[in-house]
C-alpha cells in the first residue's frame, strides 16, 4: 500500500465497463507477451544450470563416474523411462553412475529436518556393500559457523566415503570403532544428526527397491 | 501428524515469519503501536493466510502446472481478488467481526506476509493440509511477533528515550532484541 | 510534501538518494533491506533487480498514463509490476543461479515491496516519462546505497570477507550474529538512528542559523 500519497490523481471521468475490460484486457495481453518471450528466452540456461548443477553433484558423490543414468521410482521398480503422468521435475529420481562399463553405485537425494530447516543433500550408495560413497549437501539453513559444518567441515564430509549403512551417530571419541559409526560434528550434533536421519530414512524406503534392480547399461 | 505439528510449530516460533524471514514488517512497524490494534491485525492475518493457502493449492495444482511462468501474476491477482470478497463477505455476514477487523483486511493486500506465504507453500511442495497448517502457524507467529512488540512500545511511550531515538530506530533495535531471543527456539523439535 | 513549483530535474534523481530515500526516510522496502543484505553480492543483485523493476514500471506507467482509466489503474499497476518482476526472476535464474538461489523468494517479493507501487501512484501517473525516468533511477540509487551500506556493514562483521574476499585474515572470529536476522534488525535500526540524528542536527542548525537572520541554505 502507498505510504502518505499527498494528493489524488488528477481527475478521469469513469469510464465504461467495456473500457475497464478492454485496458485491463489489453494489459493482460501484453504482460503475457513479455513474460512468455523472455521465459522462451532464458529457459533453456536455466535447464542447462540444473543439468550441470545436479551432475556436478552426483559426480562428486560417486567418486567421478565416467556418466550417468537417470532411474525413476515406479512403485517398488526403478525404470528409465518416466510413468505415465508424471512431471520430469517432480519425479523421484535415483542416479545410476557407470565406470568402465561397470555399476559405480546410486546417487541418491534425501532430505530431512535440520536445526533451522530442512537439509537436502546427495549421497552416494553401494547396495552391494551396504556403502556410502560420498555426501554433498544441497540445500541447508543451517547456522552460520555452527551447523553449516555439515558441509564446510571436510573430514565429517569423508567420513561418508567409507561409513557403512544405516548409519549410527556418535559423539567425537565415544563409540567402538564400528563400520557404520559416523562421528558427529562437535557444537553441531543436531545439524549432524540430522544428516543421518535423512540418510537413513530414505535408505529404508529405496535400498530394499535398489537391491533389487539389476543395472542394465541402455541400448545405444 | 507429528510432521504437520512440526510445520506448524516451526512457521510460528522457530522461523517466525517476522522476526526470522522479515516478512509483514509493514504492519509490524505500522501497526504494532498497541496491544489491542496488534491482536485484531494478527487474527486478521491468520484467516487471510488460512484462505490463501488453499487458494494457493487450489492454484498449483489445477492451474498452474501448465503455465509456471504465470506463478507471481496468479498469486498476486488472487490474493488482490481474495482480501476484496473476504472483506465483503464478512461485511455482509458479521458487521461486527467488521468492526473488528475490517480496516486492516486492505493493508493486508500487499503485505508481503501473505504473498511470502504463498511462495515458501509452492517451494516446499505442501499439499492442501500442510498448507493449511503451515498458514495456520504462519499466522499465529506473525501474531505473537506483533503483540510482542505492542507490548513493550507501548511500555516504550512512558520510558525516558531521548526525543532523537523515538523513531523505528529504536523498534528495529527491539526487534533485533526479539529475533535473537526467538532463536533461542531453533532445534526445538530435533531428537538429540 | 514536495514544491508545487517544478523543480529542476536533477532533484528528481537525488531526492531519491538523501532527502526521499526509500528505505530510511520513507522507511518503504523494509523487507528485502533486512533480508538479502547479510552479504555484498546479495545487495548488489537485489539492487539490480529492484532497479530493473522500477525502472521498467515508471517508463511504462507514465507512458500509458493517460489511457488508463482510474478505477482500474492500482490493478494496471500491480500487473505490470508482476510482469517485470517475473521476467527478473527468471533472468536471474538464469545467469546468476548460485545468487538467485539466496535471495529465493525474495525476488518474488518485490511485487509487493511498497517501494515500487507507491512510485507507481505518487509520482510516475501524473509526471511526464522523462521524469518518471529519473525519479525511478533515483530511488533505485537511493535503495541500492543504503542495501551495499548494510551489506557491506552485515558482512564485513559477520563474516570478514567482502565480496567473499577476506578482510580480517584468518584469525578472525566473525561476528556470526550481524548475518543472521537480529544482526538486520540491528543494523538498520542503528542506521535508521544515526541517519536521524544527523538530519535533526542539520535541521536544527538550520533553524539556527535562519532565526538568527542570517541567510544561509538548508544543511545536508
Redesign the interface.
Known amino acids: 500500500m502507498t505510504h502518505g500519497t499527498p494528493s489524488a490523481p488528477p481527475a478521469r471521468p469513469s469510464a465504461s465497463s467495456q473500457r475497464l475490460i478492454a485496458t485491463l484486457g489489453g494489459f493482460g495481453a501484453l504482460a503475457g507477451l513479455l513474460i512468455v518471450s523472455v521465459f522462451v528466452a532464458t529457459s533453456p540456461r536455466i535447464r542447462a544450470n540444473k543439468a550441470a548443477a545436479l551432475a556436478a553433484a552426483v559426480q562428486e558423490v560417486l567418486a567421478a563416474p565416467d556418466r550417468y543414468d537417470t532411474l525413476y521410482v515406479t512403485g517398488t521398480t526403478l525404470s528409465p523411462t518416466l510413468p505415465a503422468g508424471a512431471d520430469a521435475d517432480t519425479a523421484e529420481a535415483v542416479y545410476l553412475g557407470w565406470r568402465g562399463g561397470a555399476p559405480a553405485g546410486y546417487a541418491i537425494l534425501a532430505a530431512g529436518p535440520g536445526f533451522q530447516d530442512t537439509i537436502r543433500l546427495l549421497f552416494g550408495y553401494d547396495p552391494a556393500s551396504s556403502q556410502l560413497l560420498g555426501m554433498r549437501v544441497l540445500d541447508s539453513k543451517e547456522t552460520p559457523g555452527l551447523g553449516d559444518k555439515i558441509f564446510k567441515d571436510a573430514g565429517f564430509v569423508e567420513q561418508f566415503a567409507r561409513v557403512r549403512a544405516p548409519l549410527v551417530p556418535v559423539r567425537d571419541g565415544q563409540g567402538d570403532g564400528l563400520p557404520n559409526e559416523l562421528v558427529m560434528i562437535t557444537g553441531a550434533t543436531i545439524s549432524s544428526r540430522a544428516v543421518v536421519q535423512a540418510i537413513n530414512t530414505t535408505l529404508e524406503r529405496i535400498g530394499p527397491i535398489i537391491a533389487a534392480h539389476v543395472p542394465r547399461e541402455p541400448q545405444p | 501428524m507429528a510432521d504437520l505439528v ?1 510445520i506448524l510449530v ?1 512457521a510460528a516460533v ?2 517466525n515469519f517476522t ?5 509483514g ?2 504492519p509490524f ?1 505500522g501497526v504494532s503501536g498497541k496491544v489491542e490494534t496488534a491482536l485484531r491485525m494478527g487474527l486478521a492475518n491468520i484467516f487471510v493466510m488460512v484462505v490463501t493457502a488453499v487458494a494457493v493449492w487450489a492454484l498449483n495444482t489445477f492451474l498452474l ?1 501448465s503455465a509456471p ?5 496468479a498469486f ?2 488472487v490474493i ?1 481478488s481474495l482480501v476484496q470478497i473476504v472483506e465483503m463477505a464478512i461485511k455482509k455476514l458479521s458487521p461486527a467481526l467488521f468492526r473488528a477487523l475490517g480496516i486492516f483486511l ?2 493486508i ?4 506476509a501473505i ?2 506465504l504463498a ?2 507453500s509452492t ?3 505442501y499439499g492442501l493440509v500442510e498448507g493449511v497448517f503451515f498458514a495456520v502457524g504462519a499466522g499465529i507467529g506473525l501474531t505473537i511477533a506483533l503483540v510482542l512488540m505492542a507490548s513493550i512500545r507501548e511500555q516504550l511511550e512512558l520510558a525516558d528515550v531521548p526525543d ?2 523515538r ?11 526479539l ?2 531471543a526467538f ?1 533461542g527456539f ?2 526445538l ?4 | 510534501m514536495s514544491p508545487r513549483q517544478p523543480a529542476p530535474p536533477s532533484t528528481e534523481f537525488t531526492k531519491g538518494l538523501w532527502r526521499e530515500n526509500p528505505v530510511l526516510v520513507q522507511l518503504l522496502g523494509l523487507c528485502p533491506a533486512l533480508a538479502v543484505t547479510n552479504s555484498v553480492a546479495n545487495s548488489l543483485v537485489m539492487s539490480a533487480a529492484v532497479l530493473f523493476v522500477l525502472v521498467g514500471s515508471s517508463l511504462l506507467v507514465s507512458t500509458i498514463k493517460r489511457i488508463v482509466p482510474s478505477d482500474v489503474r492500482i490493478s494496471s499497476y500491480i500487473l505490470i509490476i508482476a510482469t517485470f518482476v517475473t521476467m527478473a526472476d527468471m533472468i536471474l535464474e538464469a545467469y546468476v543461479p548460485v545468487v538467485h538461489k539466496e535471495l529465493g523468494a525474495f525476488v518474488a517479493l518485490i511485487v509487493v515491496n511498497c517501494i515500487i507501487l507507491g512510485r507507481q501512484e505518487a509520482f510516475a501517473s501524473r509526471n511526464p516519462v522523462g521524469r518518471s525516468l529519473l525519479d525511478a533511477l533515483g530511488m533505485s540509487a537511493g535503495f541500492a546505497m543504503t542495501m551495499l551500506l548494510m551489506g557491506t556493514v552485515r558482512e564485513v562483521l559477520g563474516s570478514g570477507t567482502f565480496l567473499g574476499v577476506s578482510v580480517f585474515g584468518p584469525r578472525y572470529e566473525p561476528w556470526v550474529v550481524m548475518i543472521l536476522p537480529p544482526g538486520g534488525f540491528l543494523t538498520l535500526g542503528v542506521l535508521l538512528l544515526l541517519f536521524s540524528w544527523y538530519t535533526r542536527r542539520g535541521d536544527a542548525r538550520a533553524r539556527a542559523a535562519s532565526s538568527g537572520g542570517a541567510d544561509v541554505e538548508e544543511a545536508a
Open positions: 512440526w516451526s522457530v522461523n522476526l526470522a524471514l522479515f516478512l514488517l509493514c512497524l502446472p511462468y504465470l506463478r507471481i501474476i498476486i491477482i488482490a486492505p493493508l493486500t500487499t503485505n508481503c504473498l511470502g511462495i515458501f517451494n516446499r511442495g532523537a531515538a523513531n523505528m530506530g529504536l523498534v528495529l533495535i527491539l526487534a533485533g532484541a529475533s535473537l532463536m531453533a532445534g523439535f530435533s531428537t538429540a
